[in-house]
T-cell receptor, first 114, second 112 residues
């Protein structure tokens, strides 16, 4: 399985942008980069995904390096509700039935300082 | 509201007493899966199902069973629970065409 590396924790001030890095040096050409987050006492929640180009949605932006070996999730204006564990995941299709397993690492715990 | 519903949310049981954790989704998703989450290990896939009557093992299937008799339901069965199955369990679903997996709220299981 392709592996991702993220910092264990980060802090950011409220209402400031947050850049969450992820390294995935062994990414293959067909791996999509997905980001999920897990708020306290909740299940993981999809944030954004991309393949090669930078992506934007209502929650965040995803910046992907040209060589695809790293990416950065950008929260443009962090709020207290963004405090969560953020997971960078390579979407991995395996097996005869095409099981698209999401391999979660330990993620980055983001703390927002009021 | 689109959602994945797990029951129960919390369960304490004794070793060897069979239990079932239910999972239901209302989005007509073909694909469903079960994960367990343990400190320091992240989420690991237990079983998955590509559609009704189609299931297969994930990374950590030992001690678990699943069934998929209806598209909306994907129960997780522990025939003889053991303390090493104490964990936080998540059910997830997605459609084949979309990138987004939807997760339930989780079931915290303690086996004593």
């Amino acid at each position: 399985d392709a592996k991702t590396t993220q910092p264990n924790s980060m802090e950011s001030n409220e209402e400031e942008p947050v850049h969450l890095p992820c390294n995935h040096s062994t990414i293959s050409g067909t791996d999509y980069i997905h980001w999920y987050r897990q708020l306290p006492s909740q299940g993981p929640e999809y944030v954004i995904h991309g393949l090669t180009s930078n992506v934007n949605n209502r929650m965040a932006s995803l910046a992907i390096a040209e060589d695809r070996k790293s990416s950065t999730l950008i929260l443009h204006r962090a709020t207290l509700r963004d405090a969560a564990v953020y997971y960078c995941i390579l979407r991995d299709v395996v097996g005869n039935f095409g099981n698209e397993k999401l391999t979660f690492g330990t993620g980055t715990r983001l703390t927002i300082i009021p | 509201e689109a959602q994945v519903t797990q029951n129960p949310r919390y369960l304490i049981t004794v070793t060897g007493k069979k239990l079932t954790v239910t999972c239901s989704q209302n989005m007509n998703h073909e694909y469903m899966s079960w994960y367990r989450q343990d400190p320091g290990l992240g989420l690991r896939q237990i079983y998955y199902s590509m559609n009704v009557e189609v299931t297969d093992k994930g990374d950590v299937p030992e001690g678990y069973k699943v069934s998929r008799k209806e598209k909306r339901n994907f129960p997780l069965i522990l025939e003889s629970p053991s303390p090493n199955q104490t964990s936080l369990y998540f059910c997830a679903s997605r459609t084949f065409s979309g990138p987004e997996a939807f997760f339930g709220q989780g079931t915290r299981l303690t086996v004593v």
